[in-house]
Nanobody
Framework: QGQLVESGGRLVQAGESLRLSCAAS?????????????MGWFRQAPGKDREFVAVISWTGDNTLYADSVKGRFTISRDNAKNTAYLQMNSLNSEDTAVYFC?????????????????WGQGTQVTVSS
């Protein structure tokens, strides 16, 4: 059974950048290779529901972003390293949250948390204004 492990979260100042990584341990989830899963990033602030941030297709050719991060965040993946990334620029206090990566075997880009069946443990991002 594959696992997802996020890293890179920390305390930053408003306006700074941060890159999160999501490494898939093990070659496969449910017998399928990492490269056949769409990868998503979600975040959850205290007292709020988990919300969609970004998702990327198998090959990395297609992406989808939440309006709140469009133009500031970039999702990418390196299938050779079984790793997905979230580059976050121009961070502000509203980006403070625990960030989770998630995986789902799908040909379509999905954006609802319930659609994803593999999750990491999360990494804390705190933006100080």
């Amino acid at each position: 059974q594959g696992q997802l492990v996020e890293s890179g979260g920390r305390l930053v100042q408003a306006g700074e950048s941060l890159r999160l990584s999501c490494a898939a341990s093990g070659h496969t989830f449910d017998g399928r290779a990492f490269s056949t899963y769409i990868m998503g990033w979600f975040r959850q602030a205290p007292g709020k529901d988990r919300e969609f941030v970004a998702v990327i297709s198998w090959t990395g050719d297609n992406t989808l972003y939440a309006d709140s991060v469009k133009g500031r965040f970039t999702i990418s993946r390196d299938n050779a390293k079984n790793t997905a990334y979230l580059q976050m620029n121009s961070l502000n206090s509203e980006d403070t949250a625990v960030y989770f990566c998630a995986a789902r075997a799908s040909v379509n880009l999905l954006s609802t948390p319930s659609a994803f069946n593999h999750w990491g443990q999360g990494t804390q991002v705190t933006v100080s204004s």
